[in-house]
């Protein structure tokens, strides 16, 4: 079921070809996010503060919605969303994921206290972080809706005020035609001028969870940019270093791109 690589002559991979339902999302949770990495420190801070501006410091008005796609065993996306929405969507394909975090969600997020309590922290140097909740942890509980669904199905998704997607669109397939297919999903299902952050991993090669490899598609800065120069407005795209202690082997850093999807609807731009 797994392709271990690409080889000269051999047709890349698609999102299809690989089973989701190996994926492990218990080991790659402890592997990642018990400890909080340089890398990620300086993404929830860039995160932080891009919402915190975009929303002039203050919470959403009610009815407010975020997405975020492809959330796997990952909470501190939604975190970054969650004093601006009533509900958090975690947008979820493959079935383990979807179970873990069910399971996590109906017993308050147990991994709160090993994993996610000190990205909070590092949220809450902004004001607006600080002084949204009490208990975050429940109100995490009480907000986040769990659905199941394809990012290639996101464009049958209502309209998000606020949106993340953090190591997915690169990561799921080795094609480059699905990888932008996915990052176009994504920017279909956010409402004109909501601001969004999407992560990368830069030239991967793949990645393995527990005994399975799973594809990644190569890319740069180069092609964040040419899928997001048409979409979006305000943007930035910032490379983060490995670091002396790179999260595993095959990729070469991080990209963090940080914008506003465009503010006028696609129907309106046409005219």
Known sequence: ???????????????????????????????????LR?????????????????????????GSRGIDVGTGPNLYPALTMLPFCDKVTLFEYAQPNIDWLYKEKEGNWPSWTSAWRQFWEVLCEREVYAASFVDPQTELAKRAVIKAGSVYGLEEIAQYNVGTMFFVAESITEQESEFRSAVDHFLDALAPGAPFAIAFMEHSEGYHVADHHFPATDIDENTVSSCLRNRVEEISIEHIDTGDKPLRDGYSGMLLALGRVNGLANDEKEH
């Open 38 to 62: 340089a890398d990620d420190r300086h993404i929830l801070e860039q995160v932080r503060d891009h919402f915190a501006r975009a929303f002039g410091g203050k919470p959403l008005l009610p």
């Open 1 to 35: 079921m797994l392709g271990m690589g690409r080889t000269q002559g051999v047709v890349a991979g698609q999102n299809i070809d690989f089973d989701w339902n190996d994926f492990d999302p218990e080991t790659y949770f402890k592997h990642n996010y018990v400890q």
